[in-house]
């Protein structure tokens, strides 16, 4: 029995707890169910790590983790931090408090487990540092944080991303659905990418799905979603259009393309004035939103009048031979495929010098903690080498 051994960095965030469950659940080796069993072997957070290479114990257990889960959920439901998983790691023998994600590298290097180990990095952080040292020394990692990839410079992106089965990152796009690994295929297969285009913001597109309904203005939306726990704690993350650019970028290096966040042109969801509001606090840019409802509304009315809605849209072109990378606010026929998009749906639209005519289209949710792990454990299948089935 080959195990597969995972490092989960941000254990204790949304997406590492549902993973740490599913890992529990699905995978682990007491199970007996796989040939190749997944093997939690360490997690990291801000506080601390606890590694042990036999296992740990908690993966033996997923009705234990399901009730951490179900009590982190509950805790920040009510606005409070998640500390049921990260109070119990704390308690088991050997968490080493304040330990880091380099002192982690050095306990699992000294052991010789470096190239037996995939670090999972499901942070939000920048660990483009970490990447970097843990690619250098011939380890393996699967990525949901979009950060190492899509900010990194365009010669560190191409170090990270060198050996295909050691660095799985589709879970940086559409949590996972399949964008990336078409492009990198089709870059190995020189099939040259003609276009990009796409919604890559759950949050933006229900947004935009609430204001053409025309119930509700600009700030209401906001608030709604906001509420709803639809959007980030400060929903100008998601006006930015930042998130959506990063993605972009993600997608564009992957077919080939050197591109950098700041070679984005970035118009965010609301124009005049949102820039100069990005200083104060969040309640107060509730507040202030208003002044952007008769804009907005003045938009998708105009759409509407022409039979159309309005999307947040992200574009890579290719003009002069070089690659043209726009995101903004684009009037979109009812009935085509990125107007046509329903609730938090993501879509990507794809020419190639092969998918020339009819492009390569591809919908899914573009977020939630289950369809990410369960993708995250995707990529880990694609790292098994000599897997037996
Ligand atoms: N939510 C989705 O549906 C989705 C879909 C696709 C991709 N993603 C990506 O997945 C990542 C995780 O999302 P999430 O919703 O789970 O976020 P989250 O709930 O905020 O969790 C982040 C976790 O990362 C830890 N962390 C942050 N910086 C760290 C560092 N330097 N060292 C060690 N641990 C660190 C945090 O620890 P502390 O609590 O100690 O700070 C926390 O446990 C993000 O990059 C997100 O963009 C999310």
Redesign the pocket.
């Known amino acids: 029995m080959a195990l597969q051994n995972i490092a989960v ?8 707890t549902e993973l740490l469950r599913e890992v529990a659940e699905k995978d682990a080796p007491g199970l007996d169910k796989h040939k190749n069993p997944t093997n939690l072997i360490a997690t ?4 601390g790590i606890l590694v042990d290479p036999r296992g740990l114990s908690i993966q033996n257990d997923p009705a234990l983790i399901a009730r951490l889960q179900a009590r982190d959920i509950e805790l920040a439901s009510q606005g409070k931090p ?1 500390t049921a998983l ?1 109070d119990y790691l704390r308690e088991q023998k050997g968490y080493q408090e304040g330990a ?2 380099g002192d982690l590298f050095d306990v699992i290097r000294n052991q010789g487990l470096i190239e037996d180990v995939v670090f999972i990095d ?4 920048d ?1 483009t540092g970490f990447h970097q040292t843990v690619m250098e020394n011939g380890g393996r990692i699967v990525t ?4 190492p990839v899509a900010q990194s410079s365009w010669e560190v992106f191409k170090l990270l991303t060198e050996f295909r089965t050691k660095y799985g990152y589709s ?2 796009v559409m ?2 659905a399949g964008a990336v690994p078409f492009l990198r295929d089709g870059f190995d297969m020189s099939d040259t990418v003609e276009s990009i285009e796409g919604c890559f913001s759950g949050t933006l597109g229900k947004m935009c799905n609430l204001l053409y309904e025309g119930k509700v203005t600009f700030s209401e939306a906001v608030k709604q979603l906001k509420l709803a726990g639809d959007t980030e704690p400060d929903p100008r993350d998601d006006l930015s259009g930042m998130d959506v650019a990063k993605k972009i970028v993600i997608l564009a290096r992957t077919s080939g393309y050197e591109v950098n966040l700041e070679d984005v042109e970035v118009e965010p969801f609301v124009a005049g004035g949102f820039r100069e509001l990005s200083d104060i606090g969040v309640e107060e840019f509730m507040a202030k939103s208003k002044i952007f409802d008769d804009e907005i509304a003045a938009k998708f009315e105009a759409a509407k009048k022409e039979g159309k809605t309005l999307r947040y849209v992200a574009s890579l072109k290719i003009e002069n031979g070089k690659p043209v990378v726009k995101l903004g606010l684009r009037e979109e026929k009812l009935d085509s495929p990125l107007g046509s998009l329903k609730g938090n749906g993501n879509k990507v639209v794809i020419y190639t010098s092969a998918y020339n005519k009819v492009p390569f289209e591809l919908a899914a949710p ?4 289950s ?2 792990a369960g993708n995250i454990r995707r990529n880990l299948l694609e790292q098994l080498e000599n897997r037996k089935m």
Do not use: H
């Open positions: 960095l941000g254990a204790t965030g949304n997406i590492g990291a957070s801000r506080d998640r990260r880091t994600l499901v942070t939000a952080g660990l949901a944080n979009k950060v879970c940086s949590a996972g573009g977020s939630g903690t369809i990410t």
